[in-house]
């Protein structure tokens, strides 16, 4: 079945969380098979030198990290172009928004597709 | 414009691959969807999903009462969710117990259910869902609000369609996977054959393809056993 790739999908991930976060921008950086943290993405071109580079943005940056299991498997980071404070409520949503993206990032690294006769879960 | 680094990507998911266990795309919904109560403060959140026929059903409700709101909508076949699932937009309503649209569902809901927001969740451009939310509560609904819930429905989106092109993709790695590992022993029983016979490569090929299909194995088996029978001195029949 042909469909959009990966590269889209994560593409349209980070897009989608820097919209609902409400920020300018997001980056992903994730440990490959070489336990290497690697840029992986970035939503605009800050945010890819902020991915290569951990480089202080003239902005503000949130980053959280990325846990699968009890592992940190990446970080994702959220910026602003205007220096911002992150409130206490911006820094838990960024968290829950980082297990989103985990979850794209588990569906994109594949594995069975469950399959139910009721299509209920409970 | 959006970057994405393929290599690195694929490098990285390889790692997860290995790591987090397979648990398949309704797990994935089960965990996004309790999340989004989470991010936007809301009572409860859930998920309905069309069958082939277009019938709305419930797939995942982060509670009780959410739980209620679905198996209500599903069996009058009406309400907020199934209406935005019919129009393909979003569908609010300041207090669903009392709205005059859906007369039928508040008997069968769970008290702390209120107001409620359903947007559409699409694959292809078609919706096959909808993302559901309810407040205890009276509330009025804004753009804002529903926007955030398109662009939450909009990440679902993504999770299902990664899913299905990672089935995809897990097949082929392993059809990949599989020539690797077998790629040698059928080199090697073209080269035993071209020399055994006086055979150009694709010609040994060819022949050892038909022989498996015709004993309806794969070439890769027949190679093997074809390697194993050369000690017994008796190859000839794999072509």
């Not at chain 2, 089960?30 to 069309?50: C, H, K, N, P, T």
Request: glycine content about 8%; proline content about 4%.
């Amino acid at each position: 079945m042909s469909g959009p790739g990966v590269e889209l999908l994560l593409a349209n991930v980070l897009r989608g969380v820097a919209d609902l976060s409400g920020v300018d921008g997001a980056a992903l950086r994730l440990l490959d098979d070489s336990d290497r943290l690697r840029m992986i993405g970035a939503t605009d071109e800050d945010g890819w030198v902020l991915a290569r580079d951990a480089a202080p943005l003239s902005g503000s940056v949130l980053s959280v990290p990325l846990v699968e299991g009890r592992e940190v498997i990446g970080v994702l980071s959220l910026y602003t172009h205007a220096r911002h404070r992150w409130s206490r409520s911006e820094v838990e949503k960024g968290a829950r928004l980082g297990e989103i993206v985990v979850v794209a990032l588990e569906a994109m690294a594949g594995g069975r597709t469950e399959s139910s006769a009721s299509g209920q879960v409970r | 414009m959006t970057h994405i680094d393929p290599e690195a990507l694929v490098a990285s998911l390889r790692r997860l691959q290995k790591a987090a266990p397979a648990t398949g795309i309704v797990h994935h919904l089960e965990r996004i969807v309790q999340v989004v109560d989470r991010i936007f403060g809301y009572s409860g959140a859930g998920l309905m999903f069309a069958d082939p026929d277009r019938t709305l059903r419930y797939l995942f409700a982060t509670d009780e009462a959410g739980r209620s709101l679905e198996h209500a909508q599903a069996k009058v076949m009406a309400g907020p969710c199934v209406a935005a699932y019919m129009t393909d937009s979003a569908v609010t309503t300041f207090d669903v117990r009392k709205d005059d649209r859906w007369p039928d569902l508040a008997p069968l809901l769970h008290p702390d259910v209120r107001a409620v927001a359903g947007v559409p969740v699409r694959l292809g451009g078609e919706p096959v869902g909808t993302l559901n939310v309810y407040q205890d509560t009276t509330h009025d609904w804004e753009e804002s609000d529903t926007e955030a819930l398109h662009a939450y429905a909009h990440v679902i989106e993504q999770v299902i369609a990664a899913a299905v092109e990672a089935e995809e993709k897990s097949q082929l790695a392993d059809q990949l996977q599989y020539a690797l590992d077998y790629r040698v022993v059928i080199e090697r029983a073209i080269g035993y054959l071209m020399g055994k016979h006086d055979l150009t490569a694709s010609q040994a090929f060819t022949g050892l393809r038909k022989q498996a299909r015709d004993s309806r194995r794969r070439v890769a088996d027949l190679a093997a056993e074809l390697l194993g029978e050369q000690g017994r001195g008796d190859p000839d029949h794999a072509i």
